[in-house]
């Protein structure tokens, strides 16, 4: 029961079969896998739920507020302020997708990027992988070309707005709290507030 | 466009049709939905994805530390030092599941509970809810009760320990990260931090 001291090699499982269940083009594919734990123990039917990639950016501009907007989303059947957000054309660059979505969702740009990491959002289910990214010194360049389903608009957010948002449950997006997370860490590892 | 000044009653898109693709017991059921959305347009293939409901508690020691484990997880292929969750058994109270899985997890127990919210992961395709728990004064009590898949190792850490564990990617849960968060602001909001 020690996996800290495993390798990673160790305590992974292996996945002998993969049979797909459904498959709804790029949108959804779900697959049931037979797999293999490191004991040997076999899992005939562990489900996996595979979705396009997506990105998530936290864009600030240069009088430190961050670039959000109010939307109603239908997977939430609630309205939450978010993260410029969206999905991965297949074979983009998830950098290209995330300045793309920033300036067709908010007309916001920025020449200095960071990626912050990736994440699969779901434990067992797996369901996609999300990037995250910093973008500084946001500049609003062009009027949102936002040709969608969702009634959005623009809000532009200090940290403490965004901690009463948080606390109001005008934020209810754990892409949108993770992404402002690790853009938190990483400024603090830049020591940006100290300057 | 301006969704702020609408009510939640105003932006809300109507399901007009649900037909079930693929249902597996309680841990998956995939919909298509026709809909409705408030400008009247009509989208024939929208779809929905509904996982059991799920716990993740925050559980703090006397002497603030997170009591958290390290395990391998399917769902992501990797390794992550990730807080207490569980799956609601039907018709469960979140805070016992809350409850049950944190002592069956890591053998901590608290008498101090205090619920954060609830969220659903996803923005379009919704993939259950989230229940978001913080328990004060953790007080180990029993041995780890797991029969379960997971080759786990009980770890805990200090606030100034998980900012690195998310830095070197070693925390790599978007679940995890978003009840850091949600347990921060509620504790900075108590003035926890200040006694």
Known sequence: MDSLHKTKKEVKWEILETKELLHI????????????????RIINDYYHVEFPHSVITVARTIDDRVVMSRQYLHGYEDVSIVLPAGTTEKGED??????????????YASDDWKYLGAMKPHTNYGCGKVYFFYA??????SEPDRVDLEDMEIVLLHESEIINAIKNKNIISIGTITALSLAKIYLQGENYYAK
Do not use: C, H, Y
């Open 25 to 40: 083009d790029s949108r959804l594919t779900i697959s049931v896998q037979k797999v293999k734990l490191p004991d040997g």
């Open 94 to 107: 998830p950098l290209e997708t995330a300045k793309r979505e920033l300036l067709e969702e908010t007309g």
């Open 136 to 141: 500084a010194n946001a500049k609003i360049i």
